[in-house]
């Protein structure tokens, strides 16, 4: 059975947060004299001598309205890179929990566990890059707390199997983190309307990819109110500033134009497919729901070095498991995109 009380680590559960003078007043006033900010003003816009909404309550309604769930469940960071490191703190006691990664996979949940001591126990995927259900299941143990599945998966590019990850949030007792970054561009449909049958979920998606937001650094967890409430407690105060909360609100205003954007880039991928599979170097294009593609190539830390010397850069990701003789391309522009494949009709091995 599923229990957040036991597995949230006791520190903690008994933490009393930190209570911000915008947590203590919430009321109306016309004189503030509660956080020391600078009365006069500031060199900017005149509210930045102000601090900022610790929660974010502006964003989350808008987030609330599109995502079609309740601001209650929405966490906001510093990037996804925040709730990362947070879920980390929250539910594994360093030196004794472990998690659960499936390689190759985003190098984020590898290094948040090693700064914080926790034990990796490395599942690879299949060859067809899909969960190794049997392995995940002998790999899982009473210090087990978080299972990180990354679906669209960086850096394959394909879906994670629903009824595989269906039934691991069914049978395991800890939390399910699923990296959704690149879900806007995935034939899959999200987890986030799930999120009410699952009390062990968390659902990662991010203002980086599709929305053209990396600048901004604006992740989202989504989860239930408990699990939301455990981020709001450990996070940083103000951990989203007021100039990044009123650009992120103005953005979430502009769906229709997200949404053309999207289309462009899946088309643009789809373009990209074909063009590398006619390339003579390029060995296999493997199916991409994200904005990426991940391609075997005939000598790749050549043709990456290549490439850099035509100023094109990619991921060159040959020295990642199951990833050998592969090179990650994200899908540019059509110009940069037809660039790219004219750079490669040219190598000589
Ligand atoms: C790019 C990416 C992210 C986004 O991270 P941010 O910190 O939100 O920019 C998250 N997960 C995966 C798998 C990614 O590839």
Redesign the pocket.
Known sequence: MFNLDKLVRPNIKSLKAYSSARDEFKGDAHVFLDANENSLGSPLIKWYNRYPDPLQLKVKEKISTIKKIGIDQIFLG?????PIDLLFRIFCEPGIDEVIICPP??G?YEVSANINNIHLNRVPLTRSFQLDMPSIEEAINPNTKIIWI?SP??PTGNSIDREDIEMIINNFDGIVVI?E??INFARQKSFLPDLGDYQNLVV?Q????AWGL?AL???MAFASTEIVSYLNKVKPPYNISEPVQELALKALGEVGQVNDMIKVIVELRGELEQALRNLQIVKKVYPSDANFVLTEVTAAKDIYNYLVSKGIVVRDRSNVVLCEGCLRLTVGTQKENESLIQALKTFQS
Do not use: V
Not at 206 to 209: A, D, F, G, V
């Open positions: 510093n990037g996804s890179d925040e996979t985003y984020m990354c998966n960086n990296d970054a690149y990662l991010t203002l980086s990819k990396a650094r604006m992740g």
